[in-house]
């Protein structure tokens, strides 16, 4: 349980953010009714599913690196290339949520609710990587509760 209160506020929110991506994966993203019937596609089928594909690797990658690196033993590098693992965060969750908002751009018509989780999903995604690379949510952080009283007001 130390672990997982050791873990900073961007990295829990990408967990979250994506374990919820990948269970709403599974949700109807486009949906059409005919009246007589209706026809869905999830994420994983979706229309030109390849961009939407991507997007959920990217959660899952990104959960999996921070669980990795905050709940194991395994030793990972500090960086893979040129870049560090704030950087990765911030670089695939930007990047899964531009992929999921260019699906709902390019056909709005039919989308259904998964679709719009989707893009809370990887907006979280990017928004836990850039708090992680600003160091948001880190010990000692004003941000993240801690137990250093502010100063003292000025004396008149």
Known sequence: MDKINEIKLGEKI???SGI????DSFL???SVDFGFGSYTRNGW???SSFL???AILIGIAMVT??????LTDVELPETLGPLTHPQLYTIGGGLAFVLVLIKWIGNTDYTAFGLYI???CTAGLAAGGFMVMQGVGESG???SGGSTPPPPPPSA
């Open 28 to 30: 109807s993203w486009y």
């Open 52 to 54: 939407s594909i991507l």
């Open 14 to 16: 990408i967990g979250v």
């Open 20 to 23: 919820l991506l990948f269970l």
């Open 45 to 47: 089928q979706a229309p």
């Open 141 to 143: 952080d004003a941000g």
């Open 65 to 70: 690196l921070v669980i990795l690196s905050n």
């Open 118 to 120: 989707g893009l809370l």
